[in-house]
Nanobody
Framework: QVQLVESGGGLVQPGGSLKLSCAAS????????MSWHRQTPGKERELVAS????????NYADSVKGRFTISRENAKNTVYLEMNRLKPDDTAVYYC??????????WGQGTQVTVSS
C-alpha cells in the first residue's frame, strides 16, 4: 500500500531553518516526480518545489527561491525540503506528493510548519 510520511515540521522563529523529510513506500519511487506543497486555512494548496525522477531537475515557487532546497535520495525512497531564512508567511501545513504521467498522484498527511516569534 502506498504511503508518504512527512516529518520535521514544528515551531521556528523568523530567520530560522527547518528540514522536512518525506519517506515513501508502496511504489517505485525512482519513477515519480516528487514535490512539496503547502496550504493555509482558506487558501488553495500551492506548489512549493518539485524535483524530477532521475535527472533531479528542480523547480521552485518564486516566493521560496533562494531560501528552500528540494532534494531526493532514491536509495532511501526519501525526498527532503530544506527551508532557510523562514518567514511568518511560510507558516502552513506542508504536504509531500508523488506524481507520474498516467498514474494517480499520491499525497502525504502533511506536517505543520509554524514560523513565529
Amino acid at each position: 500500500q502506498v504511503q508518504l510520511v512527512e516529518s520535521g515540521g514544528g515551531l521556528v522563529q523568523p530567520g530560522g531553518s527547518l528540514k522536512l523529510s518525506c519517506a515513501a513506500s508502496g511504489f517505485t519511487f525512482n519513477n515519480y516526480i516528487m514535490s512539496w506543497h503547502r496550504q493555509t486555512p482558506g487558501k488553495e494548496r500551492e506548489l512549493v518545489a518539485s524535483i524530477s525522477s532521475i535527472s533531479g531537475i528542480t523547480n521552485y515557487a518564486d516566493s521560496v527561491k533562494g531560501r528552500f532546497t528540494i532534494s531526493r535520495e532514491n536509495a532511501k525512497n526519501t525526498v527532503y525540503l530544506e527551508m532557510n531564512r523562514l518567514k511568518p508567511d511560510d507558516t502552513a501545513v506542508y504536504y509531500c506528493r508523488a506524481f507520474r504521467l498516467g498514474s494517480p498522484a499520491y499525497w502525504g498527511q502533511g506536517t505543520q510548519v509554524t514560523v513565529s516569534s
